[in-house]
């Protein structure tokens, strides 16, 4: 490691040797460090002499070579030992050590790929449903099996699911729901003032946060937070093989791992979502006091008159079923991740978006249902 | 080829884990050349001293300084330089999960920006002879290999650059003897060609005596023994009595005595 490395690199001599013949010796370093940038200028250089046929080759007087030095001169020779060559053992094996067989060939250029890409899609989808349906027919296996042995309902994992998920979830549900009923209240307000009709504000936040809103903020919110958190979980575990250490043990995942977060994410959300309509109401209900003067006893009043209790239950029922379908989908794709890094980025971000996707199509088949329900 | 001035320089090295102390005062110099073989009972902190010459972990106490140059200095691109010269082969091999056989071993070379692609291609081939992997395996993920080859490719990858300083722990540990052997070779063959420095961790009485030039006995927080595998075998020590003087000990130095 001395720097005088640096300042020693190999050396080309061109000589008549006491034969007559023309000979070519080398002397220096021949290692990476010494050539550096110079690789390309001395591989063509290195190349031209080796055109020669008669050229005598003498290495011997090379301090030190490393493979990169070696593969060099193997390179420029053609892959074959030039006919002269003078050198040392060492060297000797350093070359010996060259003759390897070619590495991968290029990957074939494929004029499918359009129709392969397709059906590899259509055939990923397929194997995501199905192993979904199984992944639900075993968790229902499993509470059907707690229901009889009580005594092995993993309670801890379930509470301890519960505060990841439900309680340490309130800051930031409560930020964003308050914020939002800022916003439409205040937009709302604006355009009712304008036809005269104020007093209407009160419908429109409490139908929209309470059926549509506050479940549906939560339960994205939910989805980006805990879910993903659950998909990295499962998916850290199978690359440190948790996962199969459990397996071995007889202990089964979907019972311990999947399952407490399915029920810990069904109780926990809707909860979640009562606090998000909440604060959401109460950010719209400070702005409909200060833009239309709407006294907040008035409000609260007024909004069990106008808005059924339907909406109420609506919405904790979107929670339930957005809660488990989350968890289910998060402990889904962490138990496909395959054991590297890559995978569990991959798989995660997968996660989320298709959470989230399915929280807003079980949002539509809700409302598609449940038209004529909560709506006067 | 083993000169006197120090590659690698520990002075006054402590390393604690909250109350748990694991080095006291560990003084070591590695000299240009050599191969120093480290020792100690599991958990006596042959990694955590590994790590903190490669500057990968901070010691409570003390510096670390290679080539002279002290590991938290303020010239990261000296710094650099210096770690493109190091090669490294961690205890669980640390291969990158998202890329095959190949891109593993290609990556360092690749960093460098002077080789070509051609050159690249030959070299990693080389590199896997060397560590006797067929070429077949080459686009295998880290995760469909067994644990010896994971071992024998991180040590590829770890030679990719043609390191002068080179640290290994635990090289032979998971690879059966004959492939142990064949390290063995492979490391004196490699050091006839080029100037090794090796640091190198090892529960391998074998490969210890076989490729060590000095011996590093951790023990106890301290470094209770340094120095040939004589000095080390006349150092009376509970830890030496045990390792080297045991039935499997015995063995070994009666193989080998001509080293003594
Ligand atoms: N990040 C860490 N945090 C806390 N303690 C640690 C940490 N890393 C190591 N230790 C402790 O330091 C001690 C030495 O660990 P180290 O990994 O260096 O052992 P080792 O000598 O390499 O053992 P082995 O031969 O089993 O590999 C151990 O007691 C370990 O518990
Ligand atoms: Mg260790």
């Known amino acids: 490691m001395q720097e005088d490395q640096d300042i020693n690199p190999i050396v080309l001599r061109r000589e008549t040797g006491d034969d007559g013949a023309p000979r070519l010796v080398l002397s220096g370093r021949c290692t990476l460090t010494s050539l550096g940038g110079r690789m390309r200028s001395l591989s063509a250089e290195l190349a031209g002499y080796a055109a020669d046929p008669v050229l005598q080759w003498d290495i011997t007087e090379i301090a030190q070579m490393d493979d990169v030095g070696a593969v060099l001169l193997w390179r420029a020779w053609g892959e074959r030992r030039p006919a002269h060559l003078l050198l040392r053992p060492e060297q000797e094996r350093l070359l010996d050590r060259l003759q390897t067989p070619p590495g991968p060939p290029p990957p074939a250029r494929d004029w499918l790929w359009p129709v392969k890409v397709l059906g590899r899609g259509a055939f990923l989808l397929w194997e995501h449903l199905l192993s979904l349906l199984i992944l639900s027919g075993q968790l229902l296996l499993d509470a059907l099996y707690l229901v009889g042995h009580p005594q092995r309902i993993p309670w801890r994992e379930i509470s301890a699911n519960l505060y990841r998920t439900g309680a340490q979830a309130l800051g930031i549900t409560a930020l964003v729901g308050f914020l939002i009923g800022i916003v439409l209240s205040y937009l709302s307000s604006r355009q009712l003032q304008t036809l005269g009709a104020d007093i209407f504000i009160i419908n429109i936040l409490g139908v929209s946060i309470i059926r549509e809103l506050g479940p549906v903020l939560a339960a994205i919110l939910v989805a980006g937070r805990s879910g993903s958190s659950m998909t990295a979980q499962l998916g850290v575990m199978r690359v440190t093989e948790e996962l199969d250490a459990l397996t071995v043990m007889g202990i089964p995942h979907s019972l311990r791992l999947v399952l407490p977060k399915v029920l810990a994410l069904g109780i926990a959300m809707p909860l979640v979502v009562l606090w998000t309509s909440a604060t959401a109401l109460i950010g719209g209900m400070v702005v409909a006091e200060i833009q239309l003067g709407l006294g907040h006893q008035f409000f609260f009043r007024k909004l069990a008159d106008v808005v059924p209790v339907a909406n109420l239950w609506l919405g904790l029922g979107k929670g339930v079923v957005c809660g488990m379908v989350i968890a289910l989908i998060s402990c889904h794709f962490g138990l496909r991740i395959k054991s590297n890094t890559e995978s569990l980025g991959e798989g995660t971000t997968n996660s989320v978006v298709t959470s989230i996707t399915v929280v807003i199509i079980i949002d539509a088949i809700f409302a598609v249902v449940f038209s004529n329900v909560g709506l006067k | ?260």
Request: hydrophobic share 45%; glycine share 8%; charged share 25%.
């Open chain 2, 1 to 260: 080829m083993t000169g006197e001035e120090c590659i690698v320089e520990v002075k006054g090295l402590h390393t604690r884990f909250g109350s748990h102390v694991v080095h006291e005062d560990i003084n070591l110099c590695v000299h240009h050349g050599e191969v120093l073989g480290l020792v100690g009972g599991s958990g006596s902190g042959k990694t955590v001293l590994m790590r903190q010459m490669l500057g990968l972990d901070a010691p409570a106490a003390g510096e670390v300084r290679i080539c002279g140059l002290p590991l938290r200095s303020h010239n990261p691109g000296e710094l650099r330089q210096i770690r493109t010269r190091c090669g490294v082969l961690f205890q669980k091999g640390a291969l990158f999960s998202a890329l095959n056989v190949y891109d593993n071993i290609a990556l360092p070379m690749r960093e460098l920006r002077t080789l070509d692609e051609d050159m690249i291609r030959r070299l990693v081939m080389v590199k896997l002879k060397m560590v006797e992997i067929e070429p077949k395996h080459v686009n295998k993920m880290p995760a469909e290999l067994s644990g010896g080859m994971i071992k024998r490719i991180a040590l590829a990858r770890a030679m990719a650059l043609d390191p002068e300083l080179l640290f290994l722990d635990e090289p032979t540990a998971g690879l059966d003897p004959e492939l142990s052997d064949a390290f063995v070779q492979l490391i004196q063959t490699i050091r006839r060609e080029t100037t090794l420095t090796i640091v190198m961790a090892t529960h391998d009485l074998d490969t210890l005596v076989a490729l060590s030039d000095r011996i590093a006995v951790l023990a106890d927080q301290h470094i209770v023994a340094l120095g040939s595998l004589r000095d080390v075998l006349h150092t009376d020590h509970p830890f030496i009595t045990n390792f080297f003087h045991g039935d499997r000990g015995k063995r070994v130095l009666e193989n080998n005595l001509d080293n003594l």
